[in-house]
Nanobody, 120 residues
Framework: VQLVESGGGLVQPGGSLRLSCAAS??????????MGWFRQAPGKDREFVAS????????YYADSVKGRFTISRDKVKPTISLQMDRLKTEDTAVYYC????????????WGQGTQVTVSS
């Protein structure tokens, strides 16, 4: 299984970006339990940003992004997206897409990451 992120870049504070993550190599989309986004800023540990349950669509967000970021999924393709609005300088990080497959107790597949820089 491969995850490929896209959509990172440079944006001014208060601006918006949309990240996407495409999953390939799955035998069946029903083998997905959840997908999510994590981020890692320089000198910091990787942290959870948002996730979505694949079957029911329930979403979860870190407190730091709640109300500003929106995660969504396309069950057919399958892809997930992260709409990031009202970006802050502290949102600057490498953003990673992750997938939890059926039978795995945690996220077991990761993308290569995409850089998001929020700066004036």
């Amino acid at each position: 299984v491969q995850l490929v992120e896209s959509g990172g870049g440079l944006v001014q504070p208060g601006g918006s970006l949309r990240l996407s993550c495409a999953a390939s190599g799955l035998r069946s989309n029903s083998h997905l339990v959840a997908m999510g986004w994590f981020r890692q800023a320089p000198g910091k540990d990787r942290e959870f940003v948002a996730s979505i349950r694949w079957s029911g669509g329930s979403t979860y967000y870190a407190d730091s992004v709640k109300g500003r970021f929106t995660i969504s999924r396309d069950k057919v393709k399958p892809t997930i997206s992260l709409q990031m609005d009202r970006l802050k300088t502290e949102d600057t990080a490498v953003y990673y897409c992750a997938a939890q497959r059926l039978g795995a107790g945690e996220y077991d597949t990761w993308g290569q990451g995409t850089q998001v820089t929020v700066s004036s």
